[in-house]
């Protein structure tokens, strides 16, 4: 079983920046592949960001040179740098790892963090 656990949300005027968060745990597991999404009220959920174990990276046009997404391996941390925050970047993110573990004989799982609140307002 894996879990992950995001953090660094929050309420940031327009031009502001965080930094999101994403900690996978447990056993027994490999991530593939480490994504951000984002939904926003009344909106589908959309694929923000993806970072892959070879260390390729893509974003949605939306975001691209203000977001970063990046990896600490050593922590099973993902992260997302958000620079250049604009009130059409507020949603719930949302993590989520593509993982090949034990518990699934190996074969790939999606595990989603809890999601954190990003809202950008003046």
């Known amino acids: 079983q894996v879990q992950l656990v995001e953090s660094g949300g929050g309420l940031v005027q327009p031009g502001g920046s965080l930094r999101l968060s994403c900690a996978a745990s447990?056993?027994?597991?490999?991530?593939?592949?480490m994504h951000w999404h984002r939904q926003a009220p009344g909106k589908q959920r959309e694929l923000v960001a993806s970072f892959g174990s070879g260390g390729n990276a893509g974003y949605v046009d939306s975001v691209k040179g203000r977001f970063t997404i990046s990896m600490d391996n050593a922590k099973n941390t993902v992260y997302l740098q958000m620079n250049s925050l604009k009130p059409e970047d507020s949603a719930v993110y949302y993590c989520?790892?593509?993982?090949?573990?034990?518990?699934?004989?190996?074969?790939?799982?999606?595990?989603w963090g809890q999601g954190t609140q990003v809202t950008v307002s003046s």
């Open positions: 447990g056993s027994n597991f490999a991530i593939a592949a």
């Open positions: 989520k790892a593509h993982v090949r573990s034990r518990d699934t004989v190996w074969s790939l799982t999606d595990y």
